[in-house]
């Protein structure tokens, strides 16, 4: 688990490829690839982008150890000219990329790519693994933090995670989306994250009694009591034990700044209802009434619905593993070749008889559009990366496939702030990231940009993506000078 050296984290077709273009092409001819998703996942009405600082320290890292050239030569399929290049590798390109918390939506570049055709290739992998996983679990910790209400959420999936590293950065990945903390202690030490915890059903039966369990829990951790009451016998024996250990505290002058229990099994709705009625009555109205086990949004969402006096959530399996929708489906696209020429770029286009899969060509970025009344967000619009915009201006928006449907947006009635920022030049690193929990405050910030309406977790509005009208235009002659005969066999 120490520091390892991941520039072989790829698909081996990455370095055929390579050196194919090594070959046969200029391996210096810059290209763009954009890193893009086609559909929310969870059926959310958008998804929280992740992950970058893990790519900034792959990129940071790769090169080729002498190992790496000794294993690809032991393949057979590489010849030694181009595994001298490998072992002189270093990345030289740009790179630009939404911070990470920011609301993305379908088709819209997270991560664009300016490089040489070989390096540009060859971090492909990398690159989709890690934006992937994080945008996915930030995205389903959304969900999960929604449906809480304002309850704190703690990340408690690491011993059910696909592994040491999804269980790390999928917990950071839930820390920037709104968890409070996470059990997961080498997480919070590599991320400065709050952690959290209180204690399994086996410290309760390591004792000769519940009660003692309790009271020695009790004694060792005063401001952090929340006891776990359903060893035996929820009702019965571990509320009635808690209570106890919580009056004893009282009489001896031990202020209850933070206690409460932990439900980890049964009918959640019908125990935490009683389990608020005894603490209540023994004049513990402020206690916590945590409650774990195999939780999800939904779940939570009827618990809620079903009047339970849960306010703490400790949620695990199903987010730390996005159980419903275990794959975020980001790609990577080339988009345009640079003229060796004129220095322009080409834009290039993927058609296919599925039109979610035909690409926005050219060398774009993003700008959002927000009202300058509400600061909510009206639209992203895809464009090109040297296009301006004046806010002065009137602006029409589009939808690029239902052309007709349109919005004309008066003169300084919005405001525009564009999404790609510049993490690499040149081979150099040009972006500082924030703080893990400086970017669940802005992460925060940007969930607040959004209508009521996209934030529902069922049938969510949709917030347009729409293209530049001069990107439109160069999207469709290309799709008219590829045109194909669609009853062709």
Not at 23 to 32: Q, S, W
Not at 218 to 236: E, S, W
Not at 260 to 273: C, E, F, P, T, V
Not at 438 to 453: F, N, V
Request: proline share 4%; aromatic share 10%; glycine share 6%.
């Amino acid at each position: 688990m120490s520091k390892r050296n991941l520039t072989l984290l790829t698909d081996f077709y990455e370095l055929t490829m390579m050196q194919g273009y090594f070959k046969e092409k200029d391996a210096n001819e810059t290209v763009v690839f954009d890193v893009f998703y086609r559909s929310n996942p969870f059926g959310n009405g958008f998804a929280i982008c992740a992950g970058l600082d893990q790519v900034i320290e792959y990129i940071k890292d790769l090169h080729f150890d002498q190992d790496d050239v000794d294993y690809l030569r032991s393949t057979g399929m590489f010849e030694e000219d181009f595994l001298d290049y490998l072992f002189h590798f270093k990345f030289s390109g740009d790179i630009y990329a939404i911070p990470e918390g920011t609301v993305v939506f379908p088709r819209e570049p997270l991560v664009k790519v300016v490089a040489p055709i070989m390096e540009a290739q060859l971090i492909e992998t990398a690159l989709l693994n890690i934006v992937n996983h994080q945008s996915l679990i930030a995205t389903k910790t959304y969900r999960v933090v929604h449906a809480a209400q304002g309850d704190g959420v703690m990340e408690f999936g690491l011993r059910r995670a696909q592994g040491p590293d999804a269980g790390i950065y999928g917990a950071r990945a839930a820390m920037i989306a709104g968890c409070i903390g996470t059990s997961n202690v080498l997480a919070g030490k590599m991320f400065d994250v709050p952690v959290k915890g209180t204690h399994a059903h086996s410290w309760i039966m390591s004792f000769p009694d519940e009660l003692t369990a309790f009271r020695t829990y009790a004694k060792m951790y005063p401001n952090a009591c929340i006891l776990l009451v359903d060893t035996y016998d929820t009702l019965n024996s571990g509320i009635p034990h808690a209570i106890q250990v919580f009056q004893e505290m009282r009489d001896a002058g031990i202020p209850l700044t933070f206690y409460g229990i932990r439900l980890d099994s049964g009918d959640l709705a019908y125990l935490s209802k009683k389990a608020k009625k005894m603490l209540d009555a023994a004049g513990f109205s402020d206690a916590v009434i945590s409650a774990s086990n195999d939780l999800d949004e939904e779940l939570i969402n009827s618990l809620k619905l079903q009047g339970a006096t849960i306010n703490s959530w400790g949620v695990g399996t199903n987010l730390i593993t996005a159980k419903d929708c275990p794959s975020f489906g980001g790609v990577y696209k080339l988009a345009a070749i640079k003229d060796k020429e004129t220095g322009k770029f080409i834009p290039k286009i993927k058609l296919s008889e599925n039109v979610e899969k035909i690409t926005n060509p050219g060398n774009k970025t993003i700008q959002r559009i927000y009202s300058r009344e509400t600061g909510k967000i009206i639209a992203d619009l895809i464009c090109l990366a040297d296009e301006t915009f004046d806010e002065s201006n009137s602006l029409l928006l589009f939808d690029p496939i239902q052309t007709w449907k349109k919005t004309h947006l008066a003169p300084k009635s919005y405001t525009m702030r564009e999404l790609l920022v510049p993490v690499f030049k040149n081979g150099e690193c040009v972006y500082q990231s924030p703080k893990v929990m400086d970017i669940q405050k802005y992460c925060k910030q940007e969930l607040s940009t959004l209508w009521e309406e996209s934030l529902r977790l069922v049938n969510p509005h949709k917030v347009h993506v729409d293209l530049s009208n001069e990107l439109w235009h160069i999207k469709n002659q290309l799709l008219d000078t590829y045109n194909f005969d669609t009853n062709s066999k």
